[in-house]
Nanobody, 119 residues
Framework: QVPLVESGGGSVQSGGSLRLSCADSGGLFTINTMAWYRQAPGKRRELVASITNGRTNYAASGKGRFTISTGNARNTVHLQMDFLKPEDSAIYYC??????????????WGQGTQVTVSS
């Protein structure tokens, strides 16, 4: 069973918006951070945004365009992506993790959702 389930990916034109969602499928241990990563073909997986106890962190590529937020249900997270660019095209992965003194103790991943932005 995949621990996290993403939804909301799809195809959009440049300048458009998408909202990704991620939910706990059940069985996660305590976590304190949820994040979105992405991986484009031939590139390494990179952090897009994270949220820890309400504090948000964004990669430079998404600042001002992306907004990460937690949902009302336990262990849910959303990523609102506006003003999308073709270079935002990638598979987006949801991560849930537990950090202790900035050291990641364990993590969970979803299977990913494809985002394609056409020019």
């Amino acid at each position: 069973q995949v621990p996290l389930v993403e939804s909301g990916g799809g195809s959009v034109q440049s300048g458009g918006s998408l909202r990704l969602s991620c939910a706990d499928s059940g069985g996660l241990f305590t976590i304190n951070t949820m994040a979105w990563y992405r991986q484009a073909p031939g590139k390494r997986r990179e952090l897009v945004a994270s949220i820890t106890n309400g504090r948000t962190n964004y990669a430079a590529s998404g600042k001002g365009r992306f907004t990460i937020s937690t949902g009302n249900a336990r262990n849910t997270v959303h990523l609102q992506m506006d003003f999308l660019k073709p270079e935002d095209s990638a598979i987006y992965y949801c991560q849930a993790a537990y950090y202790k003194r900035e050291s990641r103790q364990y993590e969970y991943w979803g299977q990913g959702t494809q985002v394609t932005v056409s020019s």
